[in-house]
């Protein structure tokens, strides 16, 4: 069976987010990822119809070796300037985000970082003056997001614990 080239791009072209990546590109696209205590931000331009997607595992960056986007400061900045790069203007974006699930069996503060994942979104989205329209975060769940770019929706299934990756 052929699938019509028009009919594809109504759908968008399927990208896999592992964590510790970002995606944002011109044109639709279809992101998904699993998250459990990592966090993904989706950026949506509603003027252009794009958007891109990051997944974070560990809310800050020590400051040794390279700065990577497993890295909650480093992703959101990051993923903020791909949109920019690709055409965006900043007060035109949007954000939803997604995950910070307590997964793992940790009563220790200090060990929750699905927790401290969401805290740090909130505070750089906050501080970045870009709108939170959506969010599902916390819980002791896991969860698929899947993405799509031209439209802004963002789709969440919640996983349970024997349905998480390991």
Same mark, same amino acid.
């Given at each position: 069976?052929?699938?019509?080239?028009?009919?594809?791009?109504?759908?968008?072209?399927?990208?896999?987010?592992?964590?510790?990546?970002?995606?944002?590109?011109?044109?639709?696209?279809?992101?998904?990822?699993?998250?459990?205590?990592?966090?993904?931000?989706?950026?949506?331009?509603?003027?252009?119809?794009?958007?891109?997607?990051?997944?974070?595992?560990?809310?800050?960056?020590?400051? %040794?070796? =390279?700065?990577?986007?497993?890295? /909650?400061?480093?992703?959101?900045?990051?993923?903020?300037?791909? @949109? &920019?790069? $690709? *055409?965006?203007?900043? %007060?035109? =974006?949007?954000?939803?985000?997604? /995950?910070?699930?307590?997964?793992?069996?940790?009563?220790?503060? @200090? &060990?929750? $970082? *699905?927790?401290?994942?969401?805290? =740090?979104?909130?505070?750089?989205?906050?501080?970045?003056?870009?709108?939170?329209?959506?969010?599902?975060?916390?819980?002791?769940?896991?969860?698929?997001?899947?993405?799509?770019?031209?439209?802004?929706?963002?789709?969440?299934?919640?996983?349970?614990?024997?349905?998480?990756?390991?």
């Amino acid at each position: 069976m052929r699938i019509d080239a028009m009919e594809k791009a109504k759908k968008g072209i399927n990208h896999f987010l592992y964590p510790g990546m970002l995606f944002a590109k011109n044109g639709h696209y279809v992101i998904t990822t699993v998250l459990g205590s990592c966090v993904s931000i989706c950026l949506w331009d509603p003027i252009l119809k794009v958007g891109g997607m990051n997944h974070y595992m560990l809310p800050l960056w020590n400051g %040794e070796g =390279l700065p990577s986007p497993k890295y /909650g400061n480093v992703a959101i900045p990051m993923l903020i300037e791909k @949109m &920019l790069s $690709i *055409g965006s203007r900043k %007060e035109d =974006l949007v954000v939803k985000y997604f /995950g910070g699930g307590n997964v793992l069996e940790s009563s220790h503060e @200090m &060990l929750n $970082i *699905g927790e401290r994942n969401i805290i =740090l979104a909130r505070d750089i989205l906050k501080s970045e003056k870009i709108p939170i329209t959506s969010h599902d975060a916390g819980g002791n769940t896991g969860r698929k997001i899947i993405f799509h770019t031209g439209s802004g929706d963002v789709f969440v299934k919640r996983l349970k614990k024997n349905e998480m990756p390991i």
